[in-house]
């Protein structure tokens, strides 16, 4: 069983692109090779008035995935991105920790 380094509800930090620095949680993964991070690469788009489903049309500003190499875990700590290394614990539970100072990322 594989355990992703980036999960839902993770503070990340965008390391590259046009968003480059801006921070958000994780809102969903999609495939293992996107995620969508909240106010993070938000588009305008266009939507149609579906009188159907109630839904008013105009222009409804959309946070569009990222791939997951442009985005890195934020480290509280050291107050920057940090990498995400993967380790069991004597207990035999597997965690994610922070390569910088070897702290464990899931409390």
Do not use: C, W
Request: hydrophobic share 35%; proline share 4%; glycine share 10%.
């Amino acid at each position: 069983m594989s355990m992703n380094k980036i999960k839902t509800g993770d503070d990340v930090i965008v390391i590259a692109g046009k968003d480059k620095g801006k921070r958000g949680s994780v809102l969903k993964i999609i495939d293992n090779q996107r995620v969508v991070v909240e106010g993070v690469n938000v588009a305008k788009k266009h939507v149609k008035p579906n009188p159907n489903a109630g839904e008013p049309g105009g222009i409804v500003k959309k946070e569009m995935p990222l791939h997951i190499s442009n985005v890195a875990v934020f480290n509280s700590a050291t107050g920057k991105a940090d990498r995400v290394g993967i380790k069991i614990l004597e207990d035999g539970r597997r965690v994610r920790y922070f390569k910088s100072n070897n702290e464990v990322v899931d409390v």
